[in-house]
Nanobody, 118 residues
Framework: VQLQASGGGLVQVGGSLRLSCAAS????????MGWYRQAPTKQRELVAT???????NYADSVKGRFTISRDNAKNTVYLQMSSLKPEDTAVYYC?????????????WGQGTQVTVSS
């Protein structure tokens, strides 16, 4: 399974970006897909996830500003980011968790840089 993230870039405070992450390969048994981020000198943190049933989970810091969505036919997950702040600057990683034979397998994308300038 390979994940290809795209859509990062440089944006001004208050701007918007849309990240995409396409999964390819033996993509079945998807339990969840989501986004994480890691800023310099900080640990990787959850941004938003979506379960197989469509339930979502957001970090408090992005609630009301970010929206996660998924296109199951394309095995693609999106992150619409609005009202961006300098503290949103980070490398954003997508992850998919697959459920196979009673075991969860996590796959990570390569990361895409988001920089919010003030």
């Amino acid at each position: 399974v390979q994940l290809q993230a795209s859509g990062g870039g440089l944006v001004q405070v208050g701007g918007s970006l849309r990240l995409s992450c396409a999964a390819s390969g033996s993509v079945f048994g998807v339990a969840s897909m989501g986004w994480y981020r890691q800023a310099p000198t900080k640990q990787r943190e959850l941004v938003a996830t979506m379960g197989s049933g469509g339930g979502t989970n957001y970090a408090d810091s992005v609630k009301g500003r970010f929206t996660i969505s998924r296109d199951n036919a394309k095995n693609t997950v999106y992150l619409q980011m609005s009202s961006l702040k300098p503290e949103d600057t980070a490398v954003y990683y997508c992850k998919t968790a697959l459920w196979r034979g009673g075991i969860f397998y996590d796959y990570w994308g390569q990361g895409t840089q988001v920089t919010v300038s003030s």
